[in-house]
């Protein structure tokens, strides 16, 4: 059988990890340590994905960001590595992703987290070993900007249309497509399928357990 994609890259939070809920709380601490007016949790749980600049421009248009940097540094070191980073994954995450390596294909991973907060949920979640690559916003454009993936194809030589982006949000699937990078969506995190299909991705699936599956249907159709 063909195999379709020789490389896979993943979003992070709500396409591996069950974090959504986690960086929401973590979110409404740091409104309200920083004093910034009050925002509902959908109105944040549909920004994940995005970094945390990026998020807060569209959470507080009316707040720059010199404004909002130097109180939000002081909260950051304040309070320490944000508890999110230990969110479980997925069910069968990480038998996924052993299975994909296993075929041969080199995984990477594409996220709105900074370099810091990746780190600690790669050590945490036990993934690394997995990963060929990672890209975070500390080091490219937010998504749907195009440059992580772009960044992820020249590290690991691979041409685009040998590449696939796996995400849960609108963000991860439009950066794909600014890339020209196939995608696939997924339904566990925060958003939902009409919001997804904008995007146009392959597929759609409930979680990353389904794509082998998904994978090998799309083998045996080349």
């Not at 069968?92 to 990746?118: P, S, W």
């Not at 794909?176 to 958003?191: D, E, P, S, T």
């Amino acid at each position: 059988m063909t195999r379709p994609y020789d490389l896979i890259v993943f979003d992070w939070d709500g396409t591996l990890a069950d974090s959504t809920g986690r960086i929401v709380d973590a979110m409404q601490e740091a409104i309200a340590e920083l004093g910034l007016p009050e925002r509902h949790d959908e109105e944040i749980s549909t920004l994940i994905g995005l970094g945390l600049w990026e998020a807060l421009a569209v959470l507080f248009p009316d707040h720059s960001r010199e404004q909002l940097e130097p109180r939000l540094v002081d909260y950051q070191q304040r309070r320490g590595p944000a508890r999110f980073e230990q969110a479980p994954l997925f069910p069968q995450v990480e038998a996924t992703l052993a299975q994909l390596a296993a075929d041969g294909v080199t995984l990477a991973v594409a996220t709105g987290k900074g370099r810091q907060g990746l780190e600690a949920a790669l050590d945490a979640s036990g993934l690394r070993q997995f990963f060929a690559a990672t890209r975070t916003v500390d080091e490219a454009p937010s998504k749907p900007a195009p440059d992580m993936l772009e960044e992820l194809l020249w590290e690991t030589d691979t041409p685009a249309e040998r590449a696939l982006m796996i995400g849960d949000s609108e963000y991860d699937l439009a950066m794909a497509q600014n890339a020209r990078v196939a995608a696939v969506g997924v339904l566990c995190g925060v958003h939902d399928a009409r919001t997804l299909r904008r995007c146009r991705p392959l597929g759609l699936l409930p979680h990353v357990a389904e794509l082998p599956g998904w994978l090998d249907a799309q083998g045996r159709r080349r």
